[in-house]
T-cell receptor
Framework: DQQVKQNSPSLSVQEGRISILNCDYT??????FLWYKKYPAEGPTFLIS?????DKNEDGRFTVFLNKSAKHLSLHIVPSQPGDSAVYFC????????????FGGGTRLMVKP | KAGVTQTPRYLIKTRGQQVTLSCSPI?????VSWYQQTPGQGLQFLFE???????NKGNFPGRFSGRQFSNSRSEMNVSTLELGDSALYLC?????????????FGPGTRLTVL
């Protein structure tokens, strides 16, 4: 039972355009969401997070949107850069579950120069 | 600050053997979590240790175990290895177990079981 899903295994965008990565979840007990970026042969790197009491959080070129009623979150990268090419994972944390993260399957983003 | 370090980086074992992986968290971090990444199952939570106590455990068989030492360093052990245990094992540390704490991941240990 996949509680966190990233339905697009890959996404290709042109440099300078917007990248939108999507994530859906099923467990209503999740109250904190995170996005990680992963390059080959490296561990995931934290990008941005959002609490369930908010619907938007921005950090530079990265913005995460949360739609609780739809159990959907998205990561926007504007403008996209070739160095953003990596696999992006969304992750969710349940209330009172410490640091246990449930990850989606990942989306490979390719930003073309 | 130095990041999360994991040793060894690569390991080859045969079925039936056991293996121990090590993780040194970022200095001052007291929570260490372990994850398994495979092509089929993705990134899955194994367990979390905080102040030498296991706080959470994922849905893995008892062959997977771990511990944390007083200096917050952690080890995980897999006994009676199976082919399906071939994976990238990632360790993550955070200052505490507070929900808004960011987890920082190490580079992982690539385990191959033959």
């Amino acid at each position: 039972d996949q509680q966190v899903k990233q339905n697009s295994p890959s996404l290709s965008v042109q440099e300078g355009r917007i990248s939108i990565l999507n994530c859906d979840y099923t467990n209503s007990m999740f109250d904190y969401f995170l996005w990680y970026k992963k390059y080959p042969a490296e561990g995931p790197t934290f990008l941005i997070s959002i609490s369930s009491i908010k619907d938007k959080n921005e950090d530079g070129r990265f913005t995460v949107f949360l739609n609780k009623s739809a159990k959907h979150l998205s990561l926007h990268i504007v403008p996209s850069q070739p160095g953003d090419s990596a696999v992006y994972f969304c992750a969710a944390r349940r209330n009172n579950a410490g640091n246990m993260l449930t990850f989606g399957g990942g989306t490979r983003l390719m930003v073309k120069p | 600050k130095a990041g999360v370090t994991q040793t060894p980086r690569y390991l080859i074992k045969t079925r039936g053997q056991q293996v121990t992986l090590s993780c040194s968290p970022i200095s001052g971090h007291r929570s260490v979590s372990w994850y398994q990444q495979t092509p089929g199952q993705g990134l899955q939570f194994l367990f979390e240790y905080f102040s030498e106590t296991q706080r959470n455990k994922g849905n893995f068989p008892g062959r997977f175990s771990g511990r944390q030492f007083s200096n917050s360093r952690s080890e995980m052990n897999v006994s009676t290895l199976e082919l399906g245990d071939s994976a990238l094992y990632l360790c993550a540390s955070s200052p505490t177990s507070w929900p808004t704490d960011t987890q920082y991941f190490g580079p992982g240990t690539r385990l191959t079981v033959l």
